[in-house]
């Protein structure tokens, strides 16, 4: 049995142990309480990742000032003649657009037979050129660089206003304008050179020589110009462009239904037959699909009117 101090000694024991039991519970309290603020916000994880915009593609506008300075072209009267206004886009590619050819491609219904950066394999002639006019009724050529291209490629004219770079196996090479055609025996591949073209590359007395040939687009500082073949009227017309820098696809006029694409013939104009469109707005798209909108220009019969525009170089 214990003694009176034996167990005064023993309460002031367990006192000390009860005492150091609620400090080591609020020190531990006092821990979990720092614990927790230090940790992160939940709320702050659960947002959302800010969104990523999507990249765009923006299509550029060129209009006629950009592409030349007007250039006064001559009438048969020899004065100059009025100046179109006109306006250039480069149409986004849609899913039934003709998009630009990369070399060794098929064939692209823009194109047509001739393409862009192809080599074509075939021979050269000569013939005497004249004045320098032909089967594309462009009238006499200001040089005669030019050429006359066989009936297969020249394709119905769509080789006509063409520049073609002509090699020939000893080095040497020119490059010519089509302006011309030239019917059997004439070859697939083959080009009529002018006997000055000619003889850039040979000896005319050789008489013909192996090429090789290729579509050029080449750097000037002329513009299109526009001109109604003669007996044109509101009531039948047919249009002609004359010195495009890369041949021409197609040229369209604008109707009251919208835009109507006009055939094209063998001597190279574009005919409406029922004179639907004759004298309004002009499309032309070139084989590499750059359209040009060409207005202010008149129905006025066998007259070589310039615009303010030029397709781009290639």
């Given amino acids: 049995m214990n ?12 006192r000390r142990l009860m005492l150091g039991g609620t400090s080591a519970l609020i020190a531990a309290g006092v821990l979990v309480y720092l614990v927790m603020a230090l940790l992160p916000d939940r709320n702050a994880d659960a947002e959302p990742a800010a969104a990523t915009p999507l990249a765009t593609t923006q299509v550029k506008t060129t209009t006629a000032g950009e592409t030349g300075t007007p250039t ?18 480069s149409a986004r590619p849609s ?3 003709t998009l630009r050819p990369q070399r060794g491609s098929a064939t692209t219904s823009q194109a047509g037979r001739l393409q862009p950066h192809t080599t074509y394999q075939g021979v050269a002639t000569a013939y005497e050129a004249a004045d320098g006019d032909g089967a594309c009724l462009f009238g006499p050529s200001p040089d005669l660089m030019i050429a006359a291209m066989n009936t297969t490629d020249y394709e119905t004219s769509k080789a006509c206003g063409a520049y073609v770079l002509v090699r020939a196996a000893n080095g040497k090479s020119i490059t010519v304008r089509i302006t011309n055609e030239c019917p059997l025996p004439c070859a697939p591949g083959q080009l009529d050179l002018s006997q000055q073209a000619f ?5 005319l007395k050789v008489g013909r020589i192996p090429i090789t040939w290729s579509l050029v687009s080449p750097s000037t500082s002329d513009t299109i110009s526009i001109r109604y073949k003669t007996g044109s009227s509101p009531y039948w017309c047919a249009i002609q462009a004359i010195g495009h820098r890369n041949p021409l696809a197609t040229l369209e006029i604008r109707t009251a239904g919208g835009w109507r694409r006009l055939p094209r013939t063998s001597y190279n104009y574009f005919v409406s037959a ?6 309004s707005a002009i499309r032309l798209t070139d084989i590499y699909g750059e359209r040009l909108t060409i207005t202010g220009i008149a129905v006025r019969p066998n007259l ?3 615009t303010r525009v030029q397709f ?3």
């Fill in 3 to 14: 003694t009176p101090r034996q167990a005064a000694r023993q309460r002031r024991q367990r």
């Fill in 72 to 89: 006064a072209t001559a009438s048969p009267t020899g004065s100059p003649t009025p100046t179109g206004a006109a306006t250039s886009t």
């Fill in 95 to 97: 899913p039934t657009d």
């Fill in 199 to 203: 003889a850039k590359l040979a000896d």
């Fill in 274 to 279: 029922d004179g639907g469109g004759c004298g």
């Fill in 304 to 306: 070589v009117q310039p």
């Fill in 312 to 314: 781009a170089r290639h």
